[in-house]
């Protein structure tokens, strides 16, 4: 026992006794990288206080919508007045409108949007409205991309397009996969194989466009475009999860960055969450009025929640969203996050560590491999050992990344140069002792 982790350790303890694993989200409970996980107390900014009063800079940002970096005072104060007007009516509210048509003003793919609580059950109705609106019941997902845990998404790719792909979770059915087709990401041809033989079944294609969930990983514009195409021939939804990229790539989210590669590009559906939220339970999809108005109570699909739309969290969501607005925002951010990106390029070349890196607007990603992979199996090349001593070598320099080399990372606006700096700096040590090893 270390003597700064032990008040971690006795809260790890306590935690498993009450909670399975002691986290209420598997990822949490630091098993890919092992130690005890850092039981927060605090947070402001770019920075995070633990239960020993140990300051961590912070680039999971509660992954993924703290792009204003934690407990920032317009947010703060608009949480704080919805608050003292009454925590949740089950009813209509104006602010639901006003968030509504923040969001459909800057993703013009959108022309209704239904809020919900969790990206989980965002992704989940998005695609149960496409089966609703085409009739279909197949769908495409791509191995590596993660859409909540919604049982029909919980699933690897078979050994072929033949074969059916296999849960990833105890207690999901087979038959319940049986219309989960699951493809190679980046693949062409696979892609055109799959439409091939079954196009006039498919309900929909869902695709993170820069995937989040196995580190980052872009989809390629040619194969984007021809996502966009074989959807569009063969009458299946293209669905874009932007729950991670919606709002923290750019304004106009990853759509926006392959409208200006493909002419006229856009999704038919879009998946968003965190960000949409500023850190409170605020998910939700949203696309043309035509398939829209297939929900309940217009249509026939039906989808409902309690605290839909909820008033502190469309406050928190909102404001969030009016200060990200600001003019020259996404260039600083971007312009931090490169400058972190490049600082972790430079320090491992110069120890002789195979790194390389990429990122978008606020969103990071890096691996210990010599290129950028472009799909999954690629991405498990990474050395794993390798990623953990890195992770435990930052983490007790001060600086927490996500524990598991799957996951993307994230710079807020609160990260100044300092911080950034301090950051390459510890990584630099650390590298050096990879280098060695
Ligand atoms: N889609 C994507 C792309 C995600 O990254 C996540 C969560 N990391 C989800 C869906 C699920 O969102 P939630 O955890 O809010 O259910």
């Known amino acids: 026992?270390?003597?700064?982790?032990?008040?971690?350790?006795?809260?790890?303890?306590?935690?498993?006794?009450?909670?399975?694993?002691?986290?209420?989200?598997?990822?949490?409970?630091?098993?890919?990288?092992?130690?005890?996980?850092?039981?927060?107390?605090r947070a402001q900014g770019a920075w995070l206080w633990d239960a020993n009063g140990q300051r961590f800079i912070d680039y999971i940002g509660s992954w993924g919508p703290m792009i204003l970096g934690h407990a920032h005072p317009a947010v703060l104060e608009a949480v704080h007045q919805a608050a003292r007007d009454g925590l949740s009516f089950g009813a209509p509210t104006e602010r639901e409108l006003e968030l509504a048509e923040e969001i459909l003003g800057l993703l013009p793919s959108m022309e209704m949007i239904r809020l919900v609580s969790s990206g989980t059950e965002a992704a989940m109705s998005a695609i149960r409205l496409a089966r609703g609106a085409t009739g279909r019941s197949k769908f495409i997902k791509f191995e590596g991309c993660y859409h909540g845990h919604a049982d029909a998404l919980l699933v690897r790719a078979g050994s072929g397009l033949a074969t059916l792909g296999t849960a990833t979770s105890a207690g999901v059915p087979p038959e319940v996969l049986q219309h989960t087709l699951v493809l190679e990401y980046n693949a062409i041809e696979q892609l055109e194989q799959a439409f091939a033989l079954h196009g006039s079944e498919l309900a929909c294609l869902v695709i993170e466009p820069i995937a989040g969930n196995m580190n980052l990983v872009r989809a390629s514009v040619p194969f984007m475009r021809r996502c966009r195409e074989l959807c569009t021939q063969h009458g299946a939804l293209l669905v874009f999860d932007e729950v991670m990229t919606g709002f923290r790539v750019a304004l106009g989210g990853a759509q926006s960055l392959y409208a200006r590669e493909i002419p006229g590009f856009k999704p038919d559906l879009t998946v968003l969450g965190k960000v949409i939220g500023g850190g409170m339970p605020l998910a939700a999809f949203g696309g043309p009025r035509a398939i829209m108005e297939n929900l309940a109570p217009s249509g026939a699909v039906y989808q409902a929640g309690t605290l839909s739309g909820n008033p502190v969290a469309t406050a928190c969501g909102l404001a969030t969203l009016r200060q990200i607005k600001e003019p020259g925002f996404f260039a600083a951010l971007a312009a931090r996050t490169r400058a972190l990106v490049e600082g972790l390029e430079g320090a491992a070349a110069a120890e002789g560590v195979a790194l390389c890196a990429d990122s978008e607007g606020g969103m990071f990603g890096f691996f210990l491999l010599p290129e950028l992979p472009r799909n999954y199996a690629q991405v498990l090349r990474s050395d794993g050992a390798r990623f953990n001593r890195l992770f435990h070598g930052l983490?007790?320099?001060?600086?927490?990344?996500?524990?598991?080399?799957?996951?993307a990372g994230f710079v807020s606006a609160a990260h100044s140069a300092d911080d950034i700096a301090q950051t390459v700096a510890a990584a630099h040590e650390v590298f050096r002792e990879l280098s060695r090893q």
Do not use: W
């Not at 983490?395 to 996951?407: K, N, S």
């Open 395 to 407: 983490l007790a320099r001060g600086v927490c990344i996500a524990p598991a080399l799957y996951e």
């Open 1 to 41: 026992m270390t003597p700064n982790t032990d008040l971690n350790i006795a809260l790890f303890e306590r935690a498993q006794a009450l909670i399975p694993g002691g986290v209420n989200s598997p990822v949490r409970a630091f098993r890919a990288v092992g130690g005890t996980p850092r039981f927060i107390r």
